[in-house]
């Protein structure tokens, strides 16, 4: 199989979006699809990129006051029905036990969609004066949301992520932690995944169910879509009065608490594929790249070229790059299209000449440049290669995301726009009749409003005064 029918094996990325994204993430072998309708099995090199998204984030987390536990899969139904708006918003998602151990269950038992019902049950127990405040944790864990259309990664029934909840003593105290963590979303989105995000509050159709506030990130793909990256809620007293989470406070009257939670998804890993990748399958961030610099011996078979492969492989190790070396017995055209394909950051070939020269062939994989280095500065020049392709990402995709964000005066403008494949800033006078108008006439929803821009002085729907400047967008 020669290089050009490896690289056929994916469907053009710009004929076909959806199929090109269908390849990518089957054919690199991030996960295949699991045995029920709309489940995935997520596979070593998809599962590595999502451990190195767990490692930095749990590390920001943890940073931020956050605390890990761990709650129960199954929550009884009864608890569902306490928090009106959030059961009904959850409710067609929502898988359910009815029997077990051979016999009818007393009480249904829901398979966890979200926590926020099972922890702010343990948090009433728990928490019983303002010394116990604030109380910030998070799980990393399995959900279920039984999904009618399903795509690896961006939409399945069952996925992984993590669930932040926390408890205040005061309304003030909760927004900042709503947006703390938003910050912390934001700042990881764009340093580790090298995905510029627009923040903002989510408009009143758009919440989460239960909330009082929505906040999320939003993140452009190749093709013009915007994808919900992750999302952060301010619940008020909504959670804490359906569960009696209470406390004591200095002047011995009890109050309930304010609740916040946050949640991101493995759709991160479908935003890394859909945000950097290309005609030639995956671009990997370094920082999340399994593989960060595969070293592929060139004339194997010639003495000194595995063991001078050996050599680099341990001493990139060493200095702490994730660095394998390929010795399949292959033709090296055939490992370059395959690495190129499953997105490594950097390829070193050596072969016998370049041993005889003390250098090696080194490729990056986001430009496709090719240049020379010499071994003795290998380890270094890697190093600084992978910050520079790090670095070059983020502002690749800055620059291509800007130059799809337009403005809209009126609908047609916000037709044309996201037919165009872009986002699409308008003035919007806060009522759900426009919103809705925009969703059916241009087939976009609201992402999130950006206020702090400035507002425009008219709705670009109906022509009132406008109260937000929001971002429209077809949306994954």
Not at 86 to 100: N, Y
Not at 149 to 155: C, G, N, S
Not at 408 to 416: D, Q, S, T
């Amino acid at each position: 199989m020669d290089g050009k029918q490896f690289v056929k094996e994916i469907a053009d990325i710009n004929e076909n979006f959806t199929q090109w994204y269908t390849d990518v993430v089957t054919k690199t072998e991030l996960v295949d699809y699991g045995p029920v309708k709309g489940t995935m099995v997520i596979r070593p090199y998809g599962y590595a990129i999502w451990e190195n998204i767990q490692k930095d984030m749990d590390a920001r987390f943890k940073k931020a006051g956050s605390k890990n536990a761990y709650f129960p899969l199954l929550i009884p139904m009864s608890y569902f029905t306490k928090e009106a708006e959030h059961v009904e918003g959850f409710a067609p998602e929502v898988a359910v036990v009815t029997h077990a151990g051979g016999a009818k269950l007393e009480e249904p038992l829901a398979i966890r969609p979200t926590s926020e019902t099972i922890i702010g049950t343990m948090y009433s127990k728990w928490i019983q004066s303002y010394r116990d405040l604030p109380v910030i944790m998070n799980q990393w864990c399995n959900v279920m949301r039984w999904e009618k259309t399903t795509r690896p990664f961006l939409r399945t029934s069952e996925f992984l992520w993590q669930e932040g909840h926390t408890v205040h003593a005061s309304e003030e105290e909760a927004m900042e932690e709503t947006m703390r963590m938003l910050d912390v979303y934001r700042s990881f989105a764009e340093e580790t995944l090298a995905i510029p995000v627009f923040t903002g509050r989510k408009t009143e159709k758009e919440k989460f169910a239960g909330a009082v506030a929505t906040f999320g990130m939003e993140a452009m793909m190749l093709d013009g879509k915007s994808l919900q990256a992750g999302t952060s809620h301010y619940l008020g007293q909504n959670f804490s009065k359906a569960f009696d989470i209470k406390y004591l406070d200095k002047d011995s009257k009890l109050k309930y608490g304010y609740t916040t939670s946050w949640g991101t998804s493995t759709r991160l890993i479908g935003a890394v594929i859909m945000a950097h990748g290309d005609q030639r399958g995956l671009v990997l961030p370094p920082k999340v790249a399994p593989i960060q610099a595969i070293i592929v011996p060139v004339a194997a078979h010639k003495g000194g070229v595995n063991e001078k492969a050996a050599e680099i492989e341990t001493a990139l190790i060493n200095a702490g790059v994730r660095a394998e070396t390929d010795r399949r017995d292959m033709s090296p055209g055939w490992k370059f299209n395959e690495w190129e394909m499953k997105g490594v950051p950097v390829r070193i070939e050596i072969g016998p000449r370049d041993i005889e020269n003390n250098q090696a062939m080194v490729f990056r994989r986001d430009t496709l440049e090719k240049t020379t280095v010499r071994l003795d500065n290998l380890v270094s020049e890697i190093n600084k290669l992978l910050a520079d392709i790090q670095k070059n990402m983020l502002e690749t995709a800055k620059k291509r995301r800007d130059e799809r964000v337009v403005r809209a005066n009126n609908l047609e403008e916000i037709l044309k726009g996201v037919d165009g494949g872009n986002f699409v800033k308008a003035g919007w006078c806060g009522c759900r009749e426009c919103e809705d108008k925009v969703k059916e006439y241009a087939q976009a929803t609201s992402r999130v409003m950006v206020d702090e821009e400035g507002v425009p002085e008219k709705c670009a729907i109906c022509g009132k005064p406008a109260k937000h400047l929001v971002i429209f967008a077809r949306a994954y």
